[in-house]
């Protein structure tokens, strides 16, 4: 019996759907069922998914579009296997993927989802995308944004089931990140430290299509890790949504005090956490000092204010010694007015 099924579905994918089949079909990890559940795909999707002989593969022909959530909660609910690995139908995984994902649960049988690092291309540029690895970094992380690249993760489904983890089909958006979130509070995440998948940007994924949607929903999510801490009605907790959605928020009337702003609502989340114990401190001590980090980065028109800070709270700790640099004279850039704000 096979001990892992990978899920994948798609809606109107032909474009990139036979790049990103194959990239599974041919992992080193040969052992572990294919289902596609098709969204009653107007294209060639179904055409194409029929037209490989591989007994792996099983097709799901929905009769009606469900929507790509409801879909992947009906394929969770038809796998048999220990293992789940998330595939979507645009993205690319490299060869051993499956591989290591596979040995990395067997060794570490407390883990219930493991993503990977990706590399996110636009056909013109790639950006590497590394996550925190540790469970306490990844928890922590989670209030700033996705800890895991959704298509990159493989569950244990007898966790999944065991705490009726499914994901919400009424927020429509973020779906992984609010089932991390939920997740978090009953079993460790991990992320494997290597790029193992290439995610696909363009403007017909879902997210490109979306934004305005998904950024409402990030909202609510935001929210309700807020409450959990106490803060929701805390006046700098629009600090935090800046942060995750918007981290080059430099305010229109040149507000003396953004980054004092910052900083006190750092203090605040900290000492909220102190209260509640829900994050282990020195990882989110960390993450804070990387969101920190990213906003000063994205605000060196500030010059002596976003330096001053970057020296004070020792931020070239968590930065990274080419970043720190990189950062640095940027800076100087434009105090010198040799750079202009965008």
Known sequence: MSKLTVLMTVYNGETYLRESMESILNQTYKDFKFLILDNASRDRSRKIIRSYDDPRIELIALPENIGQVAALNKGFDMIDTPLVARMDADDISMSRRLQQQVEFMNNHPEVGICGTYAVAFTGKQEIKWSKPCSPDDIKAGLLFGCSLVHPSVMMRKSLLD??????????????????WHRAAAYFPLANIPKYLLDYRVHEQSVSGQNREAQRKVDRLLIQRALESLGLNDNP?????????????????????????????????????????????????????????????????????????????????????????????????????????SK
Request: net charge positive.
């Open 162 to 179: 065991r705490y009726r983890l499914r994901y919400d089909e009424k927020i429509g958006f973020s779906e992984d990140w609010e089932l």
């Open 236 to 340: 700098y907790k629009v600090v935090q949504e800046n942060i995750v959605l918007n981290p080059r928020f430099y305010p229109e009337n040149k507000d003396p005090d953004f980054v004092d702003n910052i900083l006190e609502w750092f203090r605040e989340l900290e000492a909220a956490n102190r209260r509640t114990g829900i994050y282990k401190e020195k990882s989110l001590r960390r993450e804070i000092k990387k969101s920190l980090f990213m906003v000063l980065n994205l605000n060196t028109q500030l010059k002596s204010a976003v330096l001053k800070v970057f020296f004070k709270e020792s931020l070239f700790l968590y930065a990274g010694f080419l970043s720190s640099i990189k950062f640095v004279a940027k800076v100087f850039l434009f105090s010198l007015g040799l750079k202009k």
